[in-house]
Each structure stands twice: as C-alpha cells, then as structure tokens.
C-alpha cells in the first residue's frame, strides 16, 4: 500500500493545491485501496496487485473527466511546457546538504580569521616578548587565508547553483528525508546558536573583571568564536530549508515542506536576501581595511544579523 500512496503523491505533485484536488486525491486513494485489497482477497500476490492497480488508476490524464479534473490538469500541463522544473532526487540531496555543510565550515571559519586577526597587532602592541612587525604580518595572512576560503568556497558552490537560480522539484520520500533531518539537527541548532549569541553578548565581561590588556584578545576570541557558531549552524539549517522550499508553493508538493520556504513580495527582494550574507562580508572586510578599526568593526556582524531579520519579515509576501 505505501507503494500505491507514495505513486499517487507523484500523480498529484503538480497539481494545484486547493479543495477540490484533495478531495479528488482522496477519492482516488480510496479506489485504489479498494481495488488493491479485492485483488488481496481474490489471492493476487501483493507486488502483482499493486501493479494492476497502478496500470489501471495510474494515468491522471485518462482519470482528469471522471474525478471533475480536467481543467485543472490541463492547466497544469500547459505550465509544465512553459516552466520545466528540475527534478532533484535524493542523492543530489544528500550530495548537496553535505556540501553546504562543508560550505558553512569555510565559511564560518573565514569570517572568524577575520575577526581574530586583530589579536596579533594587539599582542605585538602589549607585549615586549612579541615584535610588532610579524605580528601586522600574521594579521595579514590571517586575513588572506580567510579571502582564500571565500574564494575556494565560491568556486565549489557554482556545480550547486542551479538549487537557487532554477526552478526544481523533489518528491514526498525526500523532502520527508531532509524534514527528518532538519528535525534532528534543531535541538543541536538551538545549542550551537544560543551559545554564539551568549559568546556575543557577554564578551566584555573577561574585560571588565580582570583589568588586564591581555583580555582584550579574549573578547575577540569569544567573538569570533561566537560569530563562527553563528554562521555554521544558520547555514547548516537554511540549507535544509531551502531543500523543503524548492516545490511550488501552490501545488499539492508544496505542501511537503510544511511552510519551510520563506516567499518574498518580489524577485528584487529575493535577489537582495540571496546575496545578503556575500555583501555583509564584503562590507565588513572594506571597512575593516579602509579605517584598520578591527576592535570594533566585529559589530557589523551582530547588527547584520539583526538587520536580517528585519528584512525578512519586511520583505515576506503574505499570505
């Protein structure tokens, strides 16, 4: 029987997700079972049954008249001509959350060098046993090998750019996958997540209670460390999330990712929201080497993130 349900989540994928489809889809499933279990009693083997009842209820278009459907799988016809969406299957999906997981390591790593390489100045700056001028040298590799990683993150990511640019597709077997595993890894998101934010937000304390220069370079340690959790784990969430986002909204399959897809009023809003984290790093970076004010300019981050959400609710289309 998972069979029959799981071939008729497939018929209806592209159909339009109002009433009358799910009723249709209900009295379908009802005739299939119906017909599955006489040919069960009659002693029809279980495969040979849901074969017979796939070939005989199995092909929409031939059922469109009965169930009260045809303008409706017309329709859909007609816009699956103009707008082929790409079907991504489970191995693509797999593939691609283990990528975006080692996306988000580089990533969060690189923002983090960035951070913290204002701690070699610093210890050059405070203590007689480092030379000040190694110390602007390591600052700079420290930097250099964070623009690397950006640079090799953005080459590795271009095989995966058709995920945000086309218009795709995944069944109800993977999107069930990936809604397990988003489930899964929510507890470990709000762990990782609280803690970045409280690394953020309590970095000053170390400074305040111990007087001493040294714990200046454990605030950027807390920051950088905390921004590092921050973005690991976002990216590691939203990319699961993008994956139960790919199926029109307005179709019975877009009903798979329980709301998951975040939908914007138009596709400039979308546009500036894809690239939204690229430029805050590219704005942080400039700033931080045009005025070299690396002890404060970590504060883009944390208004970044809150200018973010801003956006997004602003930006959201209703529903």
């Not at 991504?88 to 997981?101: D, G, I, N, P």
């Not at 690189?110 to 046993?129: D, E, H, K, N, R």
């Not at 590795?156 to 218009?167: A, K, Q, T, V």
């Not at 370079?217 to 590092?228: C, R, S």
């Amino acid at each position: 029987m998972e069979t029959i349900r799981n071939y008729l989540e497939t018929m209806f994928a592209n159909m339009p997700n109002t009433p009358e489809v799910k009723k249709a889809k209900d009295e379908l499933l009802q005739m299939m079972e119906d017909k599955y279990n006489e040919l069960i009693a009659e002693g029809v083997n279980e495969n040979a049954a849901v074969g017979t009842v796939i070939s005989e209820f199995g092909n929409l278009d031939e059922l469109a008249e009965s169930l009260g459907l045809q303008k409706e799988v017309d329709e859909v016809n007609n816009r699956q001509e103009n707008v082929n969406r790409r079907f991504v299957s489970m191995e693509e999906v797999k593939r691609y959350l283990s990528h975006k997981t080692r996306s988000a390591i580089f990533v969060s790593v690189a923002v983090m060098l960035c951070i913290i390489s204002v701690i070699f100045p610093i210890l050059g700056g405070i203590s007689p046993m480092i030379d000040p001028g190694p110390s602007v040298g390591l600052m700079f590799i420290s930097i250099a090998i964070a623009v690397g990683l950006f640079i090799f993150n953005g080459v590795i990511s271009r095989d995966w750019s058709y995920i945000r640019r086309e218009p795709c597709q995944i069944d109800m077997a993977t999107a069930e996958y990936v809604k397990d595993r988003l489930r899964a890894y929510r507890p470990v998101n709000a762990i990782l997540l609280s803690v970045g934010v409280m690394l953020c937000a309590f970095c000053w304390v170390p400074v305040a209670a111990i007087r001493n220069e040294y714990m200046v370079v454990i605030l950027f340690l807390m920051i950088g460390f905390g921004v590092l959790l921050i973005i690991y784990t976002s990216m590691t969430s939203k990319s699961m999330e993008r994956i139960l986002g790919l199926n029109d909204g307005t179709t019975i399959s877009g009903t798979y990712s329980d709301g998951a897809k975040v939908e914007y009023n138009s596709k400039a809003a979308e546009v500036i929201m894809s690239v939204y984290w690229p430029t805050i790093t590219c704005i942080y970076l400039c700033v931080s080497f045009l005025t070299f004010a690396w002890y404060i300019t970590w504060i883009i981050w944390p208004i970044a993130a809150v200018l973010r959400k801003i956006f997004s609710t602003a930006f959201a289309k209703e529903v």
